[in-house]
């Protein structure tokens, strides 16, 4: 909900604001629903703060007018005013009660500098771009043109590295004199079948909406220039993004080197950005670099068993709201 009735509890060790929307405002009205004795302790110690960010948070509580009746209205900022459906929510402990302070992006950016995420940074194959099964085809392909035996757990394998390592994964060695045919039969296979490559349903709304609420979102790809250019090419609002491609960097994931340079161009901290990647050699990646990683797994069925399943994880573009 966007309004909702406001009442203020300032009693058992609280300070902070309550919300209803209408049918449970009617219910605490009527008495089913009321205030009772806290069932479990709370330790108060734990929430620290800094002491200058914590004596501005205080001085916002304080003009509070806690006796108000209640109202009902729009959620605002406590620092600006300012209408809001998304904050920042701040506890605190002053004098032995809980304060909750609600702070609109710009304000808690104010307050807590370099501390959220404000860079997405997007893997292409697989991730923004449904090429999974194109690139697995083209393997198929080019084993089945070779004689060359491609199993499952290879396929699984070579998501996040170039043709030349997959390469290098796949052909037995008793064929390694194949590598250059093997390779390049991939590689036409896919050319010749881009067309399938499309984004998945809801990434190119999702990166558009990313961009309107102010994320700086670039695409860091082990993939070419030339294949990038050929595969952004029929997407409008795609190609107009900011790409680190192969020829930028000189060492293949999970090499750190092509997220930090993507990171040093966004203008970020590493802590700043995130990267959002369909493979564990991005998950590995983004371990050394020390970026937040978040799993994009369309197919929970298909899930790559390597990647902890502590790893924030969204199937959809659109649930990377949640977890920035």
């Known amino acids: 909900m966007r309004k909702a009735w406001h009442h203020w509890l300032t009693k058992g060790g609280y300070k902070t604001p309550v919300h209803f929307c209408h049918a449970c405002q009617e219910e605490f009205r009527s008495g089913r629903i009321r205030t009772n004795k806290e069932k479990a302790k709370v330790d108060k110690s734990k929430f620290k703060f800094p002491i200058k960010e914590k004596e501005k948070l205080i001085k916002l509580s304080k003009k509070w007018g806690v ?12 620092e600006c005013n300012k209408d809001m459906y998304k904050a920042y929510h701040i506890w605190l402990a002053e004098k032995g009660s ?4 609600h702070l609109c992006r710009e304000c808690g950016d104010k307050l807590f500098p370099g501390k959220r995420i404000c860079g997405i940074i997007y893997d292409l194959d697989g991730t923004i771009l449904s090429t999974q099964k194109l690139h697995e ?26 043709n030349k390592e997959a390469a ?40 558009g909406r990313l961009l309107k609420e102010r994320y700086n979102v670039w695409i860091c790809t082990s993939a070419k220039k030339d294949f990038v250019k050929k595969a952004l090419k029929p997407f409008k609002d795609l190609r107009k993004m900011n790409v680190v491609w ?6 293949e994931k999970p090499s750190a080197e092509a997220l930090n340079l993507t ?4 203008g970020l901290s590493n802590k700043q950005a995130c990267y959002v990647g369909d493979a ?23 899930r790559d068993p390597r990647i902890p399943k502590s790893v924030p994880t969204i199937s959809f573009h659109k649930e990377i709201f949640k977890l920035v």
Request: charged share 30%; hydrophobic share 40%; aromatic share 12%.
């Open 246 to 251: 192969r020829e930028m960097y000189k060492k």
């Open 137 to 162: 085809n083209a393997w198929l392909f080019a084993g089945k043109t070779l004689n060359i035996p491609v199993s499952h757990q290879m396929l699984i394998n070579q998501r996040g590295i170039s």
């Open 263 to 266: 990171i040093g161009k966004m």
């Open 280 to 302: 564990f050699n991005d998950y590995k990646t983004s371990l050394k670099a020390r970026v937040k990683f978040i799993y994009f797994c369309p197919d929970k069925k298909r």
């Open 67 to 78: 006796k108000a009746k209640p109202t009902y209205r729009m959620f605002t900022c406590d």
């Open 98 to 101: 809980l304060i909750e302070i």
């Open 168 to 207: 290098l994964m796949m052909i037995p060695q008793n064929k390694k004199h194949l590598l250059d045919k093997f390779q390049k039969a991939k590689a036409e296979y896919v050319n010749k079948n881009l067309k399938r490559a499309v984004p998945f349903p809801d990434a190119t709304e999702t990166i």
